[in-house]
């Protein structure tokens, strides 16, 4: 588990020699997404709940630690499965030391707030992909009786009684989406969201509290009817895998020209990855849950945008731009969901990449071979680019700051060794440590 200061300054850092192409056999693990959502959620039952698929990711960690000083007794039963007896919970308050570690902390707002009536949580900093505003969740709360205010860095939100309501969001958001289904979840009557997001995480949340009983109807589509219940019940429930690590390992097979399956997916979650990647000279086969990439021909230029789900997913557009540094000719790359998505663009630049970003759109020179350099993750799916750009350049690469990376990825490193990588975690010398510490 990664706690305190040791997780802002990580000691280690991932030393890639690049060229080799992936071949083998990969298993993607739960969804992070989904699982920072589900496991906060798994408070709402009465009783006990049992949650598989949960991936080992240091976001699943700090939700643990902060459960368990919350009163929860929530544990291991192996590496994938948690079990969770939040009867004992104590505390409907959350504060700044627990929850700095972890962005998605706002979803024990609506949970604690579906539960006892009230919460009281640290607000979510703002983050390296630009502003996070969470206007558009008070919006929810607030249409469901409750009584928001912001003070001294804490959100305090408190309802006598939460009564559904109709709510449209001004913007499509998973959080606000998330976030409401777990306040009227329990509310008394029928809320309806409208503009709702429709990614699969906002769906595998819907089916979890569904299988606890409630009643949520129309997850996945721009509306969702959540008609209250009284109680939810402890269920055994397994957490759906996670899209965008299946889409990362998908477009590492094309950059590096090889052939590699990808088990453990729900291949129609993965459409809108697909269809970019065989438009750029990618093969994908489809089976029931697995895909197989390869790539035998040149990477052809591409047009991306990234939007709301079924559209291409902004959590894969640093990984798809470093595949396009590698196409014939110019690709344009528009980032339509964060302000700030193109940081890692002058890390890419340091191995040889030409991109130039003028706001949210990059354009992006193909045929820019990259060779190894020292680099940062700037965030999580920054840190994915840089290890598929690692992968294709030559010579040697060390990223920094992968705790961004251990986030939400899984043993990376393990896995794209397991496919041939030549990659290894190694300590950083006590030397590169910050002076503060
Ligand atoms: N927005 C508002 N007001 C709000 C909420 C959002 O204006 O109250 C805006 C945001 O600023 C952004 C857009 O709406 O421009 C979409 O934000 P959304 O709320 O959908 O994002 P999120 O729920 O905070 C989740 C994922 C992100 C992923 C986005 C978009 C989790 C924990 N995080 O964030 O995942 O990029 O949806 O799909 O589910 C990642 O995994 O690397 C990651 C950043």
Redesign the pocket.
Known sequence: MIDGEEWRFSLEKFVINGGCRLCGEVTVSGA??AA??IIPAAMLADDICIIENVPAIS?VSAIIDIMSQMGVDIRLVNKSTLRIDSRNIHTAVIPYEMAKHL??S??FIGTLLGRFGQAMVAMPGG?D???????????GFEALGAEVSIERGMIDVSARSLIGNQIY??????????NTMLAAVKANGLTIIENA?K?P?VVDLANFLNSMGADVRGAGTDVIKIRGVSSLHGVDYAIIPDQ?EAGTYMVAAAATAGDVLIKNVIPKHLEPITAKLVKMGAEVYEYDDAVRVTRKGPVVKGTIKTM??PGF???MQPQMTTLLTQAEGTSLVTEG???NRFRYVDELRRMGANIQVDGKVAIVEGNTPLTGAPVKAT???AGAAMMIAGLIATGRTEIEDIYHIER?YEDMEVKLRSLGADIKKIYIPDSAIPQAL
């Open positions: 992070k997404n920072v959502a976001d962005r998605a706002y979803y983050c992909l630009g502003v996070r505003p969470i206007d558009q969740h008070i919006k969001f001004d913007v499509v958001s998973v959080g606000a989406t998330i997001a990614e995480h965008i709301p789900h997913p902004t959590d969901v964060w302000d965030d999580l799916r939400g």
